[in-house]
């Protein structure tokens, strides 16, 4: 199949009216869909958008591949569209995009297909074939451009197969590409790095995992023989076959864009020997690399609407009063006390389980999140200490999460040998018996243990009451941040509710305003240093503003759990810097919750609201600040 049988004029649109990555998705989705090419256009372009958050399309030198396979594609078809002024697609190379090919590939598409579409995006990596297509007066000029370059190329064989040619390097350079839909960068990956290889005069041989199979398969002779092996892939690929050999492995991405420090790594021996543990299964083997943060965010990720919804529920209960939702007072208000409940009783009890289920599930798939959701039970109920009601809180929902997941891997190896005729008990009676059971008598030994840590600082804290109340105001403001509403901050606002019982509210005011810094620092740093966070960081930074102004300090985890060296210290800092303003300011506080929502609460009147807001500004500002001077710019994924 030629690729003009899938790029037709009606898919063509010569002069893009678009202004943003947005809008030209939504124009390009459109063509398509005027042109007969899709069943649900919205279920499409959903396809995309979920495309471009794994990484951008905007691969560099001008150009965008949009790309995705789809249930709601009728026919496989590419739109193109071109925009002479250029738009930001947040490219790899962070320059504009001029042409823009829009690849849509059905569920079912077959070979042929697929290996059209393939071909289309190795054809861009010529720039002069870039030069016609930006050339062109009309939809037939584009046309011919790319009937022309399939015809120099003696139609639609494999163009990712390397040719021989002269060894004057004496190197013998392996690679394998694939991206997660197996369409675009996989081939274009191939194809510059196999052009640079001709141009250098190395040897390369380049393996494909698109969609259409695996292509130009590495053979165990190949692999013998290499002197190394670049594995440019951000999804699975066999690794154990690389075992001893020298790997360099990295994003496709990163083939395309860095072509020749990759291959000079490969040539001058810059690459680390790869050892394969046989011991692990598969889908550990698969995450040995940032498993960590892909278990934590997983959690993360299914924890936060409980952070969210419950908090925002207990700050607008807030409304009717600050004891509004207790029975005994004359304020009482059975919808507030109805919304707190909701908010705090059932949202934020559930928030340490969930964490834990997911990150335990994350792990070991979905016989993980039973033991992982009891593991989370444990560390919130069960203390071990005397006339301690609480447990560990988050940071016992991440060690229970963590333990879990590992736990049940182990009993899935265990029961690895069962018969056949067993095979349906393990998900149902194996696994959940023997991973709660175990997962559940580690947490009961040592959530005490973690639960004595807690109230250890708690009564450090309460030592501190008669020093100085500035250098107080600054700890209590640096434990809000530490841990990103773990034990520590749960510690040192404990501390200031124990205030607030012995009517002294600046203790109360502290924490609160401290605790609010962290997601606004982030969120500010997101807005003012663009360029040093990936495009879902920018996008969890507008959720942050909203999180840190309800006093939701977790709102911060995800930039801390991407980036701790930096944004911890960051936040730890501004935080600090709010807690002694507080102090200094002499500021008092009644409402235990509700950042903003309750600043109206803050004793002395509107200049002490005033001070309030700039105490809490000014830390967020410093986080945000120190946060954009340590970290370095970063490529938008």
């Known amino acids: 199949m030629r690729i003009t049988d899938l790029l037709t004029k009606e898919t063509i649109a010569m002069d893009l009216k678009a202004g943003s990555k947005e809008a030209v998705i939504d124009e390009l989705v459109n063509q398509l869909d005027a042109a007969g090419k899709l069943t649900d256009k919205e279920a499409f372009k959903q396809n995309i958008l979920a495309r471009e958050q794994q990484s951008t399309t905007g691969i560099g030198e001008g150009i965008a591949i949009p790309h995705a396979k789809s249930a709601a594609v009728k026919l496989p078809a590419i739109a193109f569209g071109r925009a002479l002024n250029g738009i930001d697609f947040e490219s790899m190379d962070g320059q504009p995009a001029n042409l823009f090919f829009m ?36 939809k037939e000029e584009v046309l011919r451009a790319v009937s022309d370059k399939e015809t120099e190329v003696e139609g639609p064989e494999d163009t990712t197969v390397s040719e021989a040619v002269p060894e004057t390097t004496g190197k013998r350079i392996l690679a394998v590409t694939a991206c997660p839909t197996g369409i675009a960068h996989t081939y274009m990956a191939a194809e510059k790095l196999n052009d640079r290889a001709k141009e250098l005069g190395i040897s390369l041989k380049v393996e494909t995992n698109g969609s259409s199979g695996v292509k130009n398969r590495l053979t165990a002779e190949d692999i013998a023989a ?65 498993g960590f943060y892909k278990h934590l965010m997983n959690g993360v990720s299914n924890m936060l609407p409980f952070v969210v919804g ?3 529920l207990i700050a607008i209960s807030f409304f009717w009063g600050i004891e509004a939702t207790d029975p005994t007072s004359p304020d009482y208000n059975a919808f507030a006390a109805m919304l707190s409940t909701i908010g705090g009783a059932n949202a934020f009890f559930l928030m340490v389980p969930v964490l834990a289920g997911f990150i335990a599930m994350s792990i070991a798939d979905r016989p993980g999140f039973a033991p992982g959701m009891i593991g989370g039970l444990i560390a919130i109920q069960v203390s071990g200490v005397e006339e301690v009601s609480g447990g560990s809180g988050f940071l016992g929902g991440l060690i229970a999460g963590f333990l879990a997941g590992y736990v049940t891997l182990l009993v899935k190896k265990a029961f690895a040998g069962l018969p056949n005729a067993l095979e349906g008990l393990k998900p149902v009676l194996f696994y959940p018996v023997f991973s709660i059971a175990i997962t559940g008598i580690i947490m009961m030994l040592v959530n005490p243990q973690l639960t004595s840590v807690y109230t250890g600082i ?135 919750h509700g950042g903003v929502f309750v600043m109206g609460f803050v004793e002395g009147g509107a200049m002490n609201i005033l001070l309030y807001a700039l105490a809490i500004l000014i830390g967020a500002i410093v986080a945000a600040l120190t946060v954009g001077v340590l970290k370095k710019n970063t490529v938008t994924v």
Do not use: W
């Open 103 to 138: 690849i849509a590939a059905s569920e079912g598409a077959n070979d042929a297909h697929l290996e059209a579409l393939s071909r289309l995006a190795t054809f861009l990596m010529d720039e002069q074939f870039r030069e016609k297509i930006l050339a062109a007066d009309s």
């Open 310 to 312: 419950g908090g925002i």
């Open 226 to 290: 290499a002197d190394a092996i670049i594995v440019a892939a951000d999804t699975k690929v066999d690794m154990g076959r690389f075992d001893g050999k020298p790997v360099i492995q990295t994003a496709v991405g990163k083939a395309i864009y860095e072509t020749d420090n990759l291959l000079n790594r490969a040539v001058t021996n810059d690459a680390p020997v790869y050892k394969h543990d046989k011991s692990k299964d598969d889908a550990a083997e698969s995450e040995s690399k940032g």
């Open 458 to 592: 708690s009564s450090f804290l309460e030592s501190l009451g008669g020093t100085n109340l500035v250098l107080v105001g600054l700890l209590l403001g640096g434990m809000m941040a530490v841990d990103m509403g773990g034990p520590v901050n749960k510690a040192a606002y404990t501390f200031g509710i124990a205030m607030l019982d012995a009517d002294n509210f600046t203790f109360m005011a502290t924490v609160m305003a401290a605790g609010m810094v962290p997601p606004l620092g982030m969120a500010i740093a997101t807005t003012l240093f663009k360029k040093k966070f990936t495009k879902p960081e920018r996008e969890a930074g507008k959720t942050a503003y909203v999180l840190g102004a309800c006093f939701i300090t977790e709102g911060v985890i995800p930039f801390a759990a991407a980036d701790p060296a930096r944004v911890i210290p960051a936040s730890v800092a501004g935080a600090a810097v709010t807690g002694a303003l507080v102090m200094l300011f002499d500021i008092g506080l009644r409402a235990p």
